[in-house]
């Protein structure tokens, strides 16, 4: 069937179909369970253990099996026994947990044990950007529906577009007279056997499956009928489709199975909320490794008498044009933004295929943001107006965004204009229009005796557009405009600044040079009422501590030291003669 031309294939399908619907015998479903759950048939399936030769020995057999386990238990992330041991065949772990139908390892990878890559592109691929797919409606489940079904599949594929060059478009499943071809990726629902000798099994175990890029059955996707499919759901009840939908779709353009278990292309279905569901970086990385990051689309051409007053959405800024939206470090990566566009600068030279559109890498994430900082746990914040989002990586949590009122006691409700979590002292800094606030992530509020004025870092401006502290954490950069003013973090602001941001950071070597400051005296109190570190306030303890006991210690040394002489003859006869007088 693989090699059938593409027109004849949906006959060969729905033949399939009629006759597994009459055939009760042959779905999975209705087979007999022999001897209960079988692990080795398992490994076999997913591509651990290679099929076995009659001419193996039986030690031999079992100098295999303890192979495949380990590798099962390495690609997992289970301690790695080699047996079968309760850890590994569990309930709730990898062998008895749904997934996708698709195997691990292929029979390549069984060579050698050492294979820990995140995501993995096989050598298949299409030789288009523009991807045609049908749906067959002929088993889509009553839960679901024909409309929401298609609805879905769409917003599955829009997912893997968005990062991407590829489109898609959607045609008849069964050819009118004016289509000339088939398209190239078919899906349909399916139960047991349906045509491809990959059965499907019921409710759980394998959920579906879809071949790689290719001629003939290459792209196609299939849905085990039989599972219990839900859509938007708000709990981890049944399977949602538009979950494995996505990760089907990756292995229908190229992608094989991710060892990254918070990957889309992680083989166990992992459920979780589908609202403002975002790729994992790991899945944008390996499409981009097939086809490239998404294109640019072409601007459609103006009238003569159109008259612009600033850039058109689909256009790129130019970096060294300046006057960004905020410019922070994420992951020690300098991020910046502008409108609904964003840059990573690395080596003072922005990497390629930036600027990127934001919503293409954070989906969720508006344009036009205020500020951004990576929080002490790992975690990116972004401010806009009087609302703030978390992120996971690319992944924004649920339940964003939420008001500013809600990230902690004290915070500026309004607007945040520049965010940093300042590592010499361990506090989040948040500063708004001429003001600043210090703030405790552990207790989740401000200091008591803040907000007080920029004045206390030096000269930088009202409202600074970023922050960023340098490689060794001893100075903090304060940007706005396209200038940059340096604070020596010894509580110094340092002389001859501003300078250009974008000549000294982003590679703009032409910019013009900021006008300095002039050169006055100021007050510069970021010291012990505000800038204490942990270091400081421990170091103000101790030592007093030591030099009061180094005192005691002497102390008690000169005495033991007169106590164990002999008293002199004077002071000895002194003392008789006082007792004598007595």
């Given at each position: 069937?693989?090699?059938a031309p ?8 729905l ?123 002929q ?11 298609l ?8 997912m ?22 088939l ?6 629902f ?78 166990l ?5 589908t ?62 933004f ?22 293409v ?15 002490h ?8 107006d ?28 309004h ?13 989040t ?80 070597s ?48 000169v ?24």
């Open positions: 069937e693989k090699m593409r027109r004849s294939r949906t006959r060969i399908i033949t399939f179909l009629s006759i597994s619907s009459f055939f009760l015998c042959i779905p999975a479903t209705h087979a007999p369970k022999e001897g209960g759950f079988n692990a080795e048939a398992w490994l076999r399936r997913f591509g651990y253990l290679p099929q076995a030769s009659g001419q193996m020995s039986a030690m031999q057999s079992a100098q295999m099996l303890a192979k495949a386990i380990s590798r099962m238990q390495r690609y997992y992330r289970l301690e790695v026994t080699g047996e079968l041991d309760a850890a590994t065949v569990a309930p709730h772990r990898a062998m008895h947990q749904p997934r996708c139908g698709l195997p691990d390892l292929l029979p390549s990878d069984l060579d050698g044990d050492a294979r820990r890559k995140r995501y993995v592109t096989t050598a298949q691929r299409w030789d288009k950007d523009h991807i045609t797919y049908s749906i067959l409606t088993q889509i489940p009553s839960s679901l529906g024909e409309r929401r079904t609805d879905t599949i769409r917003k599955a594929l829009d893997w577009q968005r990062v991407t060059p590829l489109t898609f478009k959607e045609l008849p499943a069964v050819p009118s007279s004016n289509q000339s071809a398209a190239d990726i078919m899906l349909l399916a139960s047991g056997f349906h045509g491809d000798m990959s059965l499907f099994d019921g409710p759980g175990g394998s959920l579906a499956h879809a071949f790689y890029p290719g001629p003939g059955m290459g792209g196609d996707t299939h849905f085990d009928a039989d599972e219990h499919w839900t859509l938007d759901s708000q709990s981890e009840e049944g399977i949602d489709l538009f979950l494995v939908a996505v990760h089907e779709l990756g292995h229908a353009l190229g992608l094989e199975h991710s060892e990254n278990p918070s990957a889309v292309m992680a083989p279905y992992r459920w979780r909320h609202h403002n569901f975002t790729l994992h970086e790991d899945d944008v990385q390996g499409m981009q490794d097939i086809y490239g990051p998404p294109e640019l689309r072409p601007l459609p051409p103006q009238p003569a008498t159109t008259v612009r007053t600033g850039l058109p959405d689909d256009q790129p800024p130019d970096i060294c044009d300046g006057d960004f939206d905020t410019v922070t470090l994420l992951r020690g990566e300098m991020f910046v502008k409108g609904r566009w964003f840059w990573r600068v690395r080596s003072n030279r922005v990497l390629d295929n930036y600027p990127m559109p934001i919503s890498f954070w989906v969720g994430l508006p344009s036009d943001i205020d500020a951004a900082y990576e929080r746990d790992g975690k990116f914040v972004f401010f806009k009087d609302q703030f989002w978390l992120f996971r990586e690319a992944d924004v949590l649920p339940g964003y965004p939420q008001p500013l009122r809600a990230y902690g006691n004290g915070v500026p409700v607007k945040i204009d520049t965010a940093i979590w300042w590592e010499p002292n361990g506090y800094y948040f500063f708004s229009g001429d003001r600043y606030w210090r703030f405790n992530e552990q207790t989740r509020s401000t200091d008591s005796d803040f907000p007080k004025p920029n004045s206390r870092w030096g000269r930088i401006p009202d409202s600074p557009k970023g922050a960023f502290l340098s490689d060794d954490s001893a100075f903090t950069y304060f940007y706005h405009g396209s200038s940059y003013w340096r604070f020596d973090n010894r509580r110094e602001a340092d002389k001859g600044y501003p300078r250009s941001i974008l000549k000294d950071f982003m590679g703009c032409g910019a013009p040079d900021p006008k300095p400051d002039p050169e006055e005296e100021v007050n510069v109190v970021v010291t012990a009422a505000d800038g204490e570190t942990k270091v400081m306030t421990l170091v103000m303890v101790v030592v007093p501590l030591v030099l009061v006991l180094g005192i005691l210690v002497l102390v008690y040394a005495l033991r030291t007169l106590q164990d002489k002999e008293p002199p003859r004077a002071l000895v006869h002194c003392k008789r003669s006082l007792q004598d007088w007595v």
